[in-house]
Each structure stands twice: as C-alpha cells, then as structure tokens.
C-alpha cells in the first residue's frame, strides 16, 4: 500500500478537464513537502509533469496544472487529448525519514 | 544530450547479488542527485535511494542494510550494489537525477530501466 492515495483509474472525455488527487499525510504533503507528478506510458521510463508542486518542465503543454492544499494535491489536465491516456504517479517527501521521498499509487486515465 | 543508460539486471536466485550500473552523459554525476527508482510488473513506482551531490545517502525501509548506492566520478557513473536478494525485489530499476534540492525539483532524467528478476 502506497504512503501517498491516488484513484486507481479516472475517465474523461476528449476535450475535457479531469483532475487527478493525491491524498498524503502530515508527515508528506502537509509537512509543506512539494508535490512532483509523472506521465508514464506503457512500457517507457516516468516523465516529469510538474515539479515543485506546480510547476512545468520546459516542453510540458500548460492544458498540465499543479496545485496544494493541506495534506493532498491535484493535477489537473485540460483539454484532454487521446495521448494524455497514461498511468499518473505523484511523489513527495517523506518528513519522518531525512532524505526519504515516497509515491503514490498511480492513476490510469482513460480517454474515452 | 543528458542520458542515463543502466545496465546490470539479470535472473538471479533468492540470497544473490546484483551490482546495477548508470552510465550518464551530458552532466556531472557528483554535482546531480542520483536516485534509483524502482517499479515491480504491473505495480507502481518505489523509491529506492538516493546519492546526495555531497555523498550522503538514504534508502527506503525494504531495502536498507542490502542495498547500498554509490558513484565513480571518474566513470560518471552511479551503481546500486544489491545482496541478499529477495523474490520482492524483483522489479525494473530506473536510475534518475534530481537538478537541484533534492525536495523541490522532481526526478527530471531518468534511465531506460533495468530488469531484475530473483527467482
């Protein structure tokens, strides 16, 4: 069982907006630890989305946002497109354990 | 180019030993972040550990005492010593790079993944 609690699977339309949770505790997030979300399709290496908690790596779209509030964190995608289907991950620190960091345990999301 | 390329994974029996291997190009080992991040079939990722621009080290709880993370400047490389293997720690093990603090910038670099299989 994974530190951090993602949805297993989410849906959305193409076009739409979805938003993926990442619910923590106070030992991660809500010890204003950043939050990192990664992209990762079948069978290739995680991609960074956001860093720092809301904030893109050079040549990520902006339809991808970040954001924080208390012990969980969300990433939403905007006009979702038929490439964004991918496993989701989000990752933070861990403030009980110097130097530790912790995952959570992805979401798929589908466009349907 | 930045590029990590990881070698080393194999079939190995439970007690065995594996030393992986992450070769970079493109920057400098000992000034980055070195993490190993690990994914076992069909489940999600598992941070594993991480090798500070100043040598310290940390490891997640399964691994610690068994696995050990270290670097050669010379060879810009970052290897994960592995004993004591266990059927769980079978898994493909990217090698990747945090930038900077290691808590504000996310793992932006990451290898092609290794395979270990402990049976």
């Known amino acids: 069982q994974s530190v951090l609690t993602q949805p297993p699977s989410v849906s959305g339309a193409p076009g739409q907006r979805v938003i993926i949770s990442c619910t923590g505790t106070?030992?991660?997030?809500?010890?204003?630890?950043?939050v990192h979300w990664y992209k990762q399709l079948p069978g290739t290496a995680p991609k960074l989305l956001i860093y720092?908690?809301?904030n893109r790596p050079s040549g990520v779209p902006d339809r991808f946002s970040g954001s924080k509030s208390g012990t969980s964190a969300s990433l939403a995608i905007t006009g979702l497109q038929a490439e964004d289907e991918a496993d989701y991950y989000c990752?933070?620190?861990?403030?009980?354990?110097?130097?530790?960091?912790?995952f959570g345990g992805g979401t798929k999301l589908n466009v349907v | 180019e930045e590029q990590l390329v990881e070698s080393g994974g194999g079939l190995i029996q439970p007690g065995g030993s594996l030393r992986l291997s992450c070769v970079v190009s493109?920057?400098?080992?000992?000034?980055?972040?070195m993490n190993w991040v690990r994914q076992a079939p069909g489940k999600g990722l598992e941070w594993v550990s991480i090798?500070?621009?100043?040598?310290?080290?940390y490891y997640a709880d399964s691994v610690r005492g068994r696995f050990t993370i270290s670097r050669d400047n010379s060879k810009n490389t970052v290897f994960l010593q592995m004993n004591s293997l266990r059927a769980e720690d079978t898994a493909v093990y990217y090698c990747?790079?945090?930038?900077?603090?290691?808590?504000?910038?996310?793992?932006?670099?990451w290898g092609q993944g290794t395979t270990v299989t402990v049976s």
């Open positions: 990747a790079r945090v930038p900077g603090s290691p808590f504000y910038y996310g793992l932006d670099v």
């Open positions: 493109g920057f400098t080992v000992s000034k980055n972040y």
């Open positions: 090798l500070y621009s100043g040598g310290s080290t």
């Open positions: 106070s030992a991660n997030i809500g010890a204003d630890c950043d």
């Open positions: 720092g908690t809301r």
């Open positions: 990752q933070s620190c861990d403030s009980s354990q110097s130097g530790h960091w912790v």
